[in-house]
């Protein structure tokens, strides 16, 4: 069952979201969707994800992972061509692209390939003047008042 989304009503009352109305649009325009490869994505702590790829019988140089801007792509691609005869091929050694799009300040941190599958670790990292701050309150009579400025014309 597919159910299409209006999201103009949105567009107009809300200021700042659109990339995350963006968003939303473009995934419920997706008419197929690829599962392979398989992949979990976790939230590890309050700003740390991590993505794990099940990518067996893909070597280190055969993946590639990405991040342009917020968005990450992790791609696969078999170098050799296997010659074997098989009575059954199980294992899909099919080259992949998968693309994650990332929140704002959302950073690649670190990767790492064990078993068959490939951890990617992400990290939020909101900069130190985005960040909430405390405004100190202080009584009137503390913040000195600025005398009026007299203009003066010289006399003719």
């Known amino acids: 069952m597919r159910t299409s ?3 103009s009503p949105l567009f107009r009352s809300s200021i700042g979201f659109d990339r995350m109305l963006n968003a939303l649009e473009t995934a419920s325009r997706i ?6 490869p398989p992949y979990d ?5 309050e700003d740390d994800y991590r993505i794990t790829m099940a990518v067996a019988g ?12 917020n968005m990450l792509m992790v791609s696969g691609q078999k170098t050799g061509e296997d ?4 009575l059954h091929r199980g294992i899909a050694g099919r080259s992949f692209r998968r693309r994650f799009e990332l929140a704002d300040h959302v950073k690649v941190i670190g990767a790492s390939l064990v078993n068959g599958l490939l951890t990617i670790d992400l990290k939020r990292e909101i900069p130190e003047e985005m960040k909430p701050r405390r405004i100190d309150i202080t009584p009137d ?3 000195p008042k600025a005398a009026p400025k007299k203009i003066e014309a010289e006399a003719a």
């Open 83 to 86: 010659k074997g005869e098989y």
């Open 58 to 69: 893909f070597s280190q140089d055969e993946l590639t992972i990405t991040q342009e801007q």
């Open 141 to 143: 009579k503390a913040v």
């Open 5 to 7: 989304f209006d999201f």
């Open 31 to 36: 008419e197929t969707v690829d599962n392979w």
């Open 41 to 45: 994505i976790a939230k590890t702590s």
